[in-house]
Structures are given as C-alpha cells and as structure tokens.
C-alpha cells in the first residue's frame, strides 16, 4: 500500500497495487507542468487507485483531447492524469508519495527534449521518445 498527498495536504491518494512503468521524462510538456527538469511518473491500475481526501478539491486541466491532468486547486500540486484510451490505469507523479515506493525507474526518455541546462549523467537507458515496448 502506497500513500500520497498534495503539497498543502487537503488531497490525499492511496495505491494497493504495484507501480508500473516508472519512467523520467524530459519531453516539454512534462517539464512545463512540473517546473523542473523532468517529471518521474509510473502507473497504477485504475482499480487500485484511490482519492481519500480531497475529491471535491481536484481541479482537472485538458491540453489534448481526451487525457486529463488533475491537481489540487489549492497548493497546484499534481495528482494523478487519465486517459480516455486506456481506462485500466492512470498516470501518476511519483514525487506525491509519503510513504517509500519499492519499484525502480527504468529509463530516461525524451532526451532531445530535455533542458538545454540539464547535465544527464545517468547508468539508465535514454530514449529519444517513449521506451521501447510502449
């Protein structure tokens, strides 16, 4: 069981499976919406996904057709995103967890598009675009 909260702590997230596909991207639209040089994300069966504290407080934001970031409208912080084409599972931002996750990053990807002042220094694999297998 994994448990998460938003940075203010009025939206808080438990995961009772395992955490998939964990992955560091660099692409634009990653770094834009966390702030930072790449966003690590993994994913979880939709099933085993659960908001709680702070449903009503999740605000929602659409920047293609059909896949929805959603984060808290009081501190921002992102919570989880979907995707209306794979239902099963969603997205979410490791850095929201509390408690210690046990499964391990498996690559970098999107590295043309990280950060100009980025220095990737890594023993992971690097992708241009998603991993392979994706």
């Known amino acids: 069981m994994y448990t998460g909260s938003c940075l203010c ?5 438990e995961v009772s499976g395992s955490i998939t596909s964990i992955i560091h991207c660099h692409c634009s639209l990653c770094r834009k919406n966390s702030g930072t040089a790449f966003a690590t994300n993994g994913f979880v069966n939709t099933d085993d996904f659960t908001i709680t504290k702070g449903q009503a407080l999740l605000s ?3 920047f293609k057709v059909g896949r929805t970031r959603y984060f808290c409208k009081c501190c921002g912080s992102p919570v989880y995103s979907s995707n209306n084409d794979d239902k099963s599972r969603i ?40 991993e392979p297998g994706r």
């Open 60 to 62: 929602e934001y659409s």
């Open 91 to 130: 997205r979410i931002r490791l850095g929201i967890f509390d408690t210690d996750i046990t499964e391990q990053v498996l690559s970098h990807n999107f590295v043309t598009s990280k950060a100009n002042w980025e220095k990737l220094e890594t023993s992971l694999p690097c992708y241009e675009k998603h």
């Open 9 to 13: 702590g009025e939206v808080s997230v």
